[in-house]
């Protein structure tokens, strides 16, 4: 950790760097109830002081422990802590040097934010179980605090973010741009330029009101100068740093493959790739995706971000003290094997018209099953059916249920390039169908 040049204006008439504070009553829809600020009394020696934004609840069966990237702060939570249920805490953080916390003077790279972490959530006295909640820079940082933490972890919620960054000639633009001599100082700390050009990157495009919030923490150059040191402190160079601390943060996931985990993907951010995604999913082969195609870098404001959470919250406690197994949709079936009663009727006009006994379709689908687990079709993996409705689709459907395959259904009135968008969106490991769909696609 080496000392960094202190604007003037971060300094108060004392010669102490720029305290911690709470922000103006006036953000939109921010509540001042939930602003509290937090000293960690040996961070550095000396003693750090922290924003944070706390609903309060007092016993929770869950903690969702939110952390930013850059350059936000906790703001971007909002919605979550507006919707949470009273059992339910919500801590959204705003790291050192960022939003309303303390501006350190200090360079704090990658390996120093994890423990900066560590110590806070320390204080606060965090019990499990808790899940992460994080964005951009917020990713690794908190990641590496899961490694750390794993008797605490519950589940991960990833947005749009990455623990593998490519070589400096395919990077981001507007990474490369940044990391320019003399740019970074100009674009993210002299000027807001790039804050506005991260707002823009939000889909929809943010209000007035709400892109003023985010602006909040950072109206003069001494309070933005922790904006520039996370722009570089980004990896693109072999001897950067942080490159390897951010190797084993990546390298480390591994570790946490039976960790439910839920990425949300927002497919039109100029930062982040599909090229991340893949990465994310390769190293965290459990995640559920929900890839949004519409959705920018800026994901938490997307107007179905916080709801598909909460869903997934709902679907998947991330607890360890879950109910007993209920039936499976395909149990029935095993219970039925050779019943001769219709199960299915194909409605195709045909006389007689195409039927399975319920022995009939369940044979049917556990032959299917098999022969798709043969060809490699795994549990979590996403299977894209092209068929029409009838018999087929239904033995099909029941099969990739069968093997915990994620089922993902193609409407051919979608036409030719609603096809090709929703394929893209989906991004499925296999696709079944007809033939002719088979040729479309």
Not at 86 to 97: G, H, P, T, W
């Amino acid at each position: 950790m080496t000392s960094a040049p202190t604007p003037p204006d971060s300094r108060r008439a004392d010669g102490r760097l720029a305290p911690a504070r709470l922000p103006p009553p006036e953000i939109a829809q921010l509540d001042p109830a939930w602003s509290r600020l937090v000293e960690t009394p040996d961070l550095d020696g000396v003693g750090r002081t922290w924003h944070v934004l706390d609903n309060g609840a007092t016993a929770p069966r869950l903690t969702l422990l939110c952390v930013h990237g850059n350059p936000t702060w906790s703001y971007m939570w909002r919605r979550l802590l507006a919707d949470a249920p009273a059992d339910i805490r919500v801590i959204a953080v705003d790291q050192l040097d960022m939003g309303f916390s303390e501006r350190t003077g200090v360079t704090r790279r990658l390996a120093q934010r994890i423990e900066d972490l560590a110590d806070l959530t320390e204080r606060l006295d965090v019990s499990g179980p808790v899940v992460i909640v994080a964005h951009d820079w917020g990713g690794p940082v908190s990641l590496g605090w899961a490694q750390q933490n794993r008797e605490l972890l519950a589940g991960l919620i990833l947005m749009n973010t990455a623990v593998h960054h490519p070589p400096a000639d395919s990077a981001p633009g507007l990474i490369r741009l940044a990391r320019l001599p003399g740019i970074r100082t100009t674009t993210c700390v002299s000027t807001p330029a790039f804050i506005g050009a991260a707002l823009a990157t939000a889909r929809p495009h943010l209000g007035t009101e709400i892109r003023q919030g985010y602006h909040a923490p950072y109206h003069s150059p001494g309070r933005r100068h922790g904006i520039g040191a996370f722009v570089a402190d980004i990896p693109l160079d072999a001897n950067h740093p942080t490159r390897s601390r951010l190797r084993d943060v990546a390298d480390s996931l591994s570790d946490l493959a039976e960790t439910p985990t839920l990425i949300l993907w927002g497919a039109a951010d100029p930062v982040f790739s599909d090229v991340h995604l893949a990465d994310l999913t390769a190293r965290l082969p459990q995640a559920d995706i929900h890839r949004f195609a519409d959705g920018g870098h800026l994901l938490s404001e997307h107007p179905d971000a916080a709801d598909a959470i909460w869903a997934w919250l709902d679907r998947r406690p991330p607890v360890t003290d879950r109910p007993p197994t209920k039936p499976t949709l395909w149990s029935a079936l095993d219970e039925r094997a050779g019943d001769p009663e219709v199960a299915v009727v194909e409605m195709t006009g045909a006389v007689p018209p195409h039927s399975l006994t319920f022995g009939q379709l369940g044979a049917d689908v556990a032959r299917t099953a098999a022969g798709l687990e043969a060809l490699g079709v795994a549990p979590g993996e996403r299977v894209a059916l092209m068929i029409p409705p009838g018999i087929d689709l239904t033995v099909c459907l029941y099969a990739c249920w069968r093997l915990g395959a994620a089922v993902v259904f193609v409407d051919a009135g979608l036409g030719p390039r609603g096809i090709s968008r929703a394929l893209a969106s989906a991004a499925p490991d296999y696709l079944i169908g007809v033939r002719r769909a088979l040729v479309a696609s």
